[in-house]
């Protein structure tokens, strides 16, 4: 018996089976990054009795945990495996709780006129007699020329229902229709059954689903979970690597993420009470291997020179080829991309923005795992890519945590006696820091000379907050007294060097696109900020730590999840589709690998805000005018 | 251990299993009509020693074998089941040995211009450059519109091979493109490998495939076999009924004739040392029910009235959604139907023997457990069907076998002597008496006046052939000296009644269309007679029988299995396909069941030839000048 604290549940205990698992089983939601490879140490676990029912501390264990630590019982839930049937009473500490991640469904979108790929329309048709029996296919068909002008095919799993649908319908049927091309479901008679559709954005790390009332065009419900393809790799790279490492390995991923997509399927349908067979269509974007991998094809050569997409165009796959559980007679469309490095969701960015009609310049910076950043106007668009890592999302970061309840989203520090002040999500006590509070945190850090310009804690800096603890420099934002944890929230040296990373690479992106097209800050009217990370970054941080180069703060707006927007948009109108593909065809990539000063830019970009300062004078004039008396590290900038 | 005589196979014992499964598992074929529900009495073998091992005697083999039988060790291999593990031995008699079965695979066949729906391309594509990294399949589609001036579609399976193909190919691949409107499969470089497809003839009884290399045009393997749906019921209708009977039945049927056809594709591929992967396309024909079991649709309603199918227009669908294991990306194409009791059995007949495109008016008689008749010219066709039953493919006959060899395949009676002489396949000693067999020993049995025009045995013909064996008359074809079964072959009176209920059914058939067409017998310049049953019925045998209106004999040509032929034409030539379309709107349908006449019809034909002599003036002149001296019966007709 494993019973789990403080939940209370119990489960019989499975040999073989690990804690995590076994967790999974009773409903006990534990956090795990790694996905249980015992990488991210995310899923400790304190072991109150019945040790001896465990497996020994692994090798991965004791990299991860202190000896007193494991002497204390203090294990990894992915590693410790149960090897007999005893009782063991297990702890999950509220820092190892898995939480519900708030996620940003209302990213900006552009309205448009509903459209969608799939109808319903009631059919009667004639009966047939012994003096002209006529099948029952010709007779649907008929009927249906008479009301729409044509004849659409019969998908094969209608097909087989057709004689029945007739007969118990008494010859009214409600046909499903997919692009007025094919009948892909039939009804008898008219149930009053409105076709649904989701919208779907497969990022790296995280799936969110949009389910969409097709008549009304309402969303109704909205599903989003880590990807759990997480297990296999944090980026793209190491997905890709993981699929060059097997033959089974690209199925795998494949089912992992469609898994993943048929849990928010069942999840947004429960929200709303429907049966998934009433989701009739679905739209799908992501990144070029995420998109790739959700459709079952090998991202292998996008991770190659020259990095060719395999394929750009949208693709239309019935959903039970790829296994995803919705109507057996439904399509799946995956929008297009437009390189290797830039994919479906940089179109469906595009699309939710605007820029693509816009006479201004604008630029969309989509921040995830990978970043997408496009330029331009209608006139002419171009778009990169960069490895921004997921620091953003919380990940490698000392207490980065998702957007969930008690993760700390703002971070401010008072300049004067360097105490922070903090907001967290529900207003609760904290147990983690999400992005962007990791963001305000190195901006505010930087603002108040706690850091230097190159990152690092400056040494003369004294305050209660700044403290060496085993030979890394950390700032406390939250005592352990406040928290939910019962530990110190840190902010350390090397949580900072991790930003400085991500933000060096976004930065070199917007910078060398910028001067690829020839344009300068000033003349870029509007700076989208998109991410489905769940929370704000705030514009003026960003900037301050150089995310991206100088632009006035009033022409900068975050603007959400523009991906699942786009998704949405080409869910309910195939006008928005055909657009879809002509930008994605319009838009010029840049392979920021490919340009010979973007090793220099991005050492550059390391610095705060950047090392050549002249490229942020309001930055440096605003520091300056912040520095705290006596310091002189801003007032020296 | 269960050791199987005369073969010395052996086999572990599986409680539980039948002796017939047991047999099967040990690669010893045992004849059985009904599929092991205890209802035909094929699977006779004798218990040498361990019968103690088995189940005692079913209520079936109690009704089928005498006490002496049963207390001799006979029983029935499909209801012996194995209780213990002890030893058994088995020994399967002569005529319970399951034969290869002849296949008529030269049905006539109209010549036709090869224009298959699959042909391979090889195609060069071009490099994708950094400066240009295009997509994968936006090469490929390039390099194809170059060369067929359209850009076909790239089918689900296709899509996931092309960058390993493109890259293992080194920018050259073949592809395979169907209707050239979409690549089912790509192949990196230049392989050697012509594609090929299967032509099906998905009979009531028997299946029957041929492979044809679609380069040639060539047909490089037969295969053939029983319908393995015949456990489920020996007739379309009883087959319909299972199917209503419960749920899951259409897909255990489906599953059924698809596993069926996969064991003759790997057959005819293995023949050839072809991989089935090779096989890119397939053509079906069948009666209608056969045709949507096939396709896994219900013919349920195909049975009620007014006996509608549910599709007539030809069916393509992919082969993996129908389980049918060849090429993955293969179609197969079902060709249309006439109507719920006229399939694209006989549309396939059609086109083999030109009916549509002749200016004389012929009629084609497809005998099988179902017989299809069309009649007609190029100016109008009909047609009907009848339930013919299994008798011309050797079921419910006394001795009936397929036509393996040892079957009696002809026989003569000496009209003094009443001593027969018959021919068996292979020219060796005689197991049973196949179809045509049973049709020559009802005409000669009758022409000698051994049986009266009622069918009946005449009781003042004594002759040593000639005997009365528990109540039930029969003639004695072969004394079991001559047999390799140690028994005598006979024809009894009721196995001269299967065949007069046969023949009156088909006679019914081509009488009432004829009449309604308004075309009199001598009108009738062809007559095509078709059968996939593997031997050539005597155009005289069945005329003197009556199995059809007295139509000069040198009018009538036995040409063998033309549904076959005409998927095979349908597989060589898409014209074809779109004539088979043509033809089946074209094809009017008769309902023998709404005809007034019918009953009466039927009753009349079962007499030999025919109740109203005056339809047959020439047998009955010849039958006069045959008589026997002395003989009162035929002198009197």
Known sequence: MIIFLPYGRRLKASKGKTLLDAALDAGVKIQSFCGGRGLCGRCRIVVRSGGENLSPPSEAEKRILSEDELSGGLRLACQAEIVSSGEVLVEVPVESQAYKQRLVAGGLETPVQLKPAVRRLVVEVRRSTLEDAESDVEVLLEALERKIGDRPTVSYEALKRVPYAIREGDW??????????????????????????????????????????????????????????????????????????????????????????????????????????????????GNTAMHHIFLGISPKYVALSPYPAVVRSPVDVKAKDLGVEMNIGAYVHALPVIAGFVGADAVAGILATGIHESDEVSMLIDIGTNTEIVLGSKERLAACSCASGPAFEGAHITHGIRAVEGAIERIWIDPETLEPAYKTIGDVKPRGICGSAIVDAVAEMFKTGIIGVNGSFRSEVEAPRVRCDGGTMEFVVAWKEETSTGKDIVVTQSDVREVQLAKAAIYTGTSILMKRMGIEPLEVEKVFIAGAFGNYIDPESAQIIGMYPEIPLDRVQFVGNTAGSGARMALLSTDVRRLAEDVAKRVRYLELGADPDFQKEFLKATHLPHMELKRFPNVVRFLKGKARSGDKGLKSL
């Open 172 to 285: 009214t049927v409600t046909v499903v229709l997919w692009m007025d091309k094919e009948i892909i479901s039939i009804e008898p008679g008219r149930p009053n059954e409105v076709p649904y559709g989701l919208a779907v954005d497969v990022g790296t790390t995280k799936l969110a689903a949009f389910l969409v009332d097709l008549e009304s065009g309402k969303t109704v419900a909205t599903a989003s979970d880590m990807n759990p393809q997480i297990s296999y790799g944090e980026d793209v790279i190491s997905r890709i690597s993981y699929i060059m490492e097997g033959e089974g390995n690209l199925e795998r991923l494949h089912r992992t993420v469609v898994d993943g997509v048929n849990v928010l399927l069942r999840e947004a349908c429960k929200a709303v009470g429907i049966e998934p067979s009433m989701v009739y269509d679905m739209t799908v974007v």
